[in-house]
């Protein structure tokens, strides 16, 4: 228990009203809502809010000052009225330097809260010639005082703690195509493929081949184990598909299976039986492709089969990126991870699509010969945007944009031309050939194969080097491959690739930018290239990150960072980096009517 303060402070002056007075009786209003908007729509009965004020909070007291005499009663009083005074002139009075704020904690709270004081109000000053104030034992005056503050806060004015904020997202980078083998036999008596039969519910581990479909009056299930499947988490599944080798000729009855994914983060492999045909209550569930120790993901792919299979031919599943997506998106994903995929018969088939397809497995044909493949088609995470900072780096737009900047190639004009992609090339990177010459160039992309319509309007670079005599122009792509220099709204906050550290360019967006091919990757691209250059020139050099565009209107912050009853009650600098004026373009001049800032959660819960 600690002795409570009830004080009023403008961190040179400060008077403790339970010490100084005495205080008679207290009340405390909370934030309520003192206007806002509220909307409705056709489609719900009521209303909901859509931006709520609040209000300010009250303190009312009863103080009493107690003295010797009049003289010391009233010292005291105006001391109290003259600090107060001063809170009230900070904010009528541009003049005024100093706020004066209220400090306040109970006999057994914690913290001590603090509160800017807008207004008071203290009627009355007491009768001088009665009592109690005019008494000859001594003096005595009894005042109401009211105080209009802020809400609380839990750090002393004066001080400052920075709140870091980020946009750092999970952006996109170049797209990478791999396959991946079922493993070879890892350990004596495991098996990264097995044939599982219901409903007799038997296995069959091992094995030149894998059964898929219905056979004999029995659905027959093949289940592969992939294991070392190193895509990356956050990654973006673009395609995937399995690859099977046909052992032996299949009918030409059609064959319609339902593709399935594990629900471990690291599929084991299956047990080896010297039977190889045995009841499944004889061995640990995690080994049995269908019980309770191999669970599966709700996501299920159809594939179905009209074709028959060649014996030694290959045969691509329907597309799975969708089921790869789901096992990648997993918490405890890691880029070792084995998946365990699952090709069954489609219970719900009807009669005459009940057929069945023969593969080859690694065990009889190894990896040359014919054993299952996945084959995907990501783009892995990048570190676009920016992560925790207190300093003027973090870019927000004005509307949300979806896709990251995927491909970032240096073109070097000289001999031949060539490229060199920049999304792998790590950091630091010259943006152009170290011998520079005139029609060297960088090119910044999304591709079109992402998203169906990737224009963008803003580039944020981070640069250890400036360039020095360089003349580069600005251009954008339009189909069939030619570029074209941007007409209108150029803010080139990085000075022509000169300045260094965390600068933004801005364009305004043309009507006509669309998305081309250029090194055989068709996007949107955007392209700064050198068109003369002086003696003893210089290349621009990106220093610890990818080049991004800005693609969110907000800003994160951690959660630990929000302290009190409010989500956050901060001061927050929004700072135009994109023109503020238009000359006559594409578009109509927009000028910023109104800013709104609130604050959200970023998990609502489930």
């Known amino acids: 228990m600690t002795f409570p303060i009830f004080a009023i402070t403008d961190g040179d002056t400060r008077i403790d009203l339970l010490k100084f007075l005495t205080l008679v009786t207290f009340k405390s209003s909370v934030l309520e809502p003192q206007s806002g908007t509220w909307g409705m729509t056709p489609f719900a009965d009521g209303r909901v809010p859509i931006d709520m004020t609040l209000g300010n909070l009250m303190i009312e007291a009863t103080l009493s000052v107690e003295g010797c005499d009049q003289d010391v009663v009233a ?143 029995q659905r027959w299930s093949f289940c592969n184990n992939f294991r070392n499947v190193t895509i990356p988490k956050g990654a973006t599944i673009v395609s995937a598909f399995l690859r099977f080798t046909a052992s032996g000729n299949s009918p030409t009855t059609p064959c319609n299976l339902l593709i399935s994914a594990e629900r471990l983060h690291m599929s084991p492999t299956f047990k080896d039986y010297t039977s190889r045909s045995i009841r499944p209550d004889y061995f640990d569930n995690l080994y049995h492709p269908n019980k309770s120790g191999r669970p599966y993901h709700n996501r299920v792919i159809s594939w179905t089969g009209e074709e028959a299979w060649t014996n030694g031919n290959t045969y691509d599943s329907d597309d799975i990126a969708d089921l790869i997506q789901v096992c990648v998106n997993e918490e405890n994903w890691e880029d070792t991870t084995a998946i365990g995929l699952k090709v069954s018969a489609d219970v719900d088939t009807v009669p005459a699509s009940k057929g069945n397809r023969c593969a080859r497995t690694y065990e009889a044909f190894s990896p040359a010969n014919g054993d299952p ?180 209107p907000f800003f994160e912050i951690d959660e630990s960072q929000v302290k009190g009853d409010l989500p956050l009650l901060a001061r927050t600098k929004l700072y135009n980096r994109s023109y503020g004026t238009i000359s006559p373009g594409n578009m109509a001049t927009a000028y910023a009517k109104k800013i709104f800032l609130a604050t959200r959660r970023k998990s609502r819960g489930e």
């Not at 783009?379 to 992560?387: F, H, R, T, Y």
């Not at 209108?488 to 801005?506: A, E, K, P």
Request: with cysteine; net charge negative; charged share 15%.
């Open 373 to 552: 493949e996945l084959h995907v088609v990501y783009v892995a995470p990048g570190d676009a945007g920016q992560e925790d900072t207190c300093e003027q780096k973090v870019f927000i737009s004005n509307k949300h944009n979806y896709v990251q900047i995927t491909h970032v190639f240096r073109y070097d004009a000289s001999g031949g031309g060539s490229f060199t992609d920049l999304m792998t090339a790590g950091w630091p990177q010259d943006l152009f050939p170290t011998v520079p010459g005139v029609g060297d160039a960088l090119y910044c992309g999304i591709d079109s194969s992402l998203v169906a319509d990737g224009q963008f309007r803003s580039l944020v670079f981070d640069l250890s080097v400036g360039q020095y005599g360089l003349t580069i122009s600005r251009s954008y792509s339009q189909t069939g491959g030619a570029f074209v220099a941007v007409p209108h709204g150029n803010t080139d906050n990085t000075n022509n690739l000169s300045n260094v550290g965390v600068h933004s360019y801005h364009f305004e967006q043309p009507v006509d930018f669309d998305h081309t091919a250029i090194n055989g990757v068709d996007a949107w691209w955007f392209k700064f290239e050198i068109t003369a250059m002086s003696l003893g020139c210089v290349v621009p050099t990106q220093q610890n990150r990818d080049i991004y565009t800005i693609l969110t």
């Open 75 to 217: 010292s005291k009083s105006q001391k109290v009225r003259q600090l107060l005074e001063n809170a009230r002139q900070y904010w009528l009075s541009p003049s005024w330097k100093t706020p004066v704020w209220v400090e306040m904690q109970g006999s057994t709270e914690s913290h001590t809260r603090y509160a800017y004081i807008y207004d008071y109000r203290a009627p009355g000053s007491g009768n001088p010639f009665g009592a109690p104030m005019f008494d000859i034992n001594g003096s005595l005056m009894i005042f109401p005082l009211i105080l209009e503050t802020t809400a609380w806060q839990n750090q002393p004015f004066g001080e400052e703690d920075c709140i870091a904020i980020n946009t750092l997202q999970l952006g996109s980078r170049t797209s990478t195509t791999t396959h991946f083998h079922t493993a070879s036999v890892p350990l004596s008596g495991l098996h990264d493929f097995v044939t599982f039969v219901l409903p007799s519910e038997f296995v069959i581990s091992g094995g030149p081949q894998g059964w898929m479909g219905y056979s004999g009056g």
